[in-house]
């Protein structure tokens, strides 16, 4: 039995600024998250049928972390029915504050542009993150059985893993680019 309990409070903004572009002001979105994440697994023990735990029966964990998060998001319109319908930049930031791994940046730069009624080009940049999770964190080591494949032999050979939480992990972050 796993429950996994999260409280939010959460502040947002949006509207236009008065700057004005070349065609029409820049919109601008603006937020402020704290979030309290809780997890507790209790297992049933050696007594269970398999009924109850079809994939495993999961090692006891308890543990909690919060977040704390700016963010800002531009938009501003660069053209509007001229040599395209209409062109506009992006940008984002958030700055995001974990109590288990500490602080962490993001961004995003991007642009957009309608050339016709069916065709729409767009492109961004940005620089990602995703934070470990309650498993990921806290989990106690667990017993995983897996089944690989010896390269000399091409025969599937059984192994077993120990797969645990570390609470001193860091966010994943990731440089990704899109176009479409």
């Known amino acids: 039995h796993a429950n ?8 947002n903004i949006q509207g236009k600024l008065p700057i004005g572009m070349p065609a029409g002001p820049v919109a601008m979105a ?13 297992n049933c023990g050696v007594n269970c049928s398999d009924v109850n735990f079809p994939y495993g029966n999961y090692a006891n964990f308890v543990g909690s972390y919060n977040v704390k998060e700016g963010s800002v998001e531009l938009n501003a319109p660069l053209l509007k029915d001229q040599v395209v319908k209409d062109l506009s930049v992006d940008a984002a930031y958030r ?10 940046q993001t961004y995003k730069f991007g642009v957009v542009s309608q050339l016709t009624d069916i065709v ?4 961004s940049y940005s620089r990602d993150i995703r934070a470990g ?29 120990v797969a645990e939480g ?12 899109t176009a479409g």
Do not use: C
Not at 4 to 11: G, I, Y
Not at 31 to 36: A, I, T
Not at 120 to 123: C, D, K, N, S, V
């Open 95 to 104: 700055a995001i504050d974990y109590s288990t791994s500490g602080f962490v």
């Open 30 to 42: 603006a937020g402020l998250v704290y979030r309290n994440e809780f997890g507790i697994q209790v």
């Open 166 to 177: 570390n609470k001193n992990v860091q966010p994943e972050d990731a440089e990704t680019r």
């Open 120 to 123: 729409r080009l767009r492109a």
């Open 4 to 11: 996994l309990v999260q409280n939010v409070a959460a502040v």
């Open 133 to 161: 999770d309650m498993f990921e964190l806290f989990g106690q080591p667990q017993p995983i059985g897996e089944s690989n494949i010896d390269p000399r032999t091409g025969n599937s050979v059984p192994s077993f893993v």
